[in-house]
């Protein structure tokens, strides 16, 4: 069964730190990996996508690595503001799950709250 | 830019009463997905439609219905509604130029079944 797991469940940082969140799945066949912020009552909005060929993608102060032979990924998030508090939600794809279904197996995502 | 609107944002419904979420989007994308958000729980696919006229179950279609008469509406239908209902409901579209663009969300419809 295709599974997306991710820690920590919660993190509580200060604002200015850095923080690296951690996403591992076990998607089979794979074909990305995205990584979606989602603010309180907002819907995800999306951050980055990796393919297989691609370690590490930025976004400004958003980082994503990917190690595809281990199945793990990790967010890092530079010089937090307060605008980071959000749940952040790791997506992998599977391979081949053509017309439009898209294959994707959701994290539970990670609740992080940036403290003043 | 609207996006992805859906409406309402919020609703309250008894057991057994109907009701249809509503979802439009304005970017001319095909593809357009409906999830539901458990709390605590990751996202799960519900319907999908490729294009105008077509939709494909998902993960958890019992208790749903969608329709798709045009590229910018997906509607979906709550029929019967029941407890286990109770949830966000996150309407999504694509682009279908390829499978890796990523999906543009609503803002959710939260949903209570008393």
Known sequence: ?116 | NAGVTQTPKFRILKIGQSMTLQCTQDMNHNYMYWYRQDPGMGLKLIYYSVGAGITDKGEVPNGYNVSRSTTEDFPLRLELAAPSQTSVYFCASRSDRASNQPQHFGDGTRLSIL
């Open chain 1, 1 to 116: 069964k295709n599974q997306v797991e991710q820690s920590p469940q919660s993190l509580i940082i200060l604002e200015g730190k850095n923080c690296t969140l951690q996403c591992n799945y076990t998607v089979s066949p794979f074909s990305n990996l995205r990584w979606y912020k989602q603010d309180t009552g907002r819907g995800p909005v999306s951050l980055t996508i990796m393919t297989f060929s691609e370690n590490t993608k930025s976004n400004g102060r958003y980082t994503a690595t990917l190690d595809a032979d281990t199945k793990q990924s990790s967010l890092h998030i530079t010089a937090s503001q307060l605008s980071d508090s959000a749940s952040y939600i790791c997506v992998v794809s599977a391979l081949g799950r053509g017309g439009g279904a898209d294959g994707l197996t959701f994290g539970k995502g990670t609740h992080l709250i940036i403290q003043p």
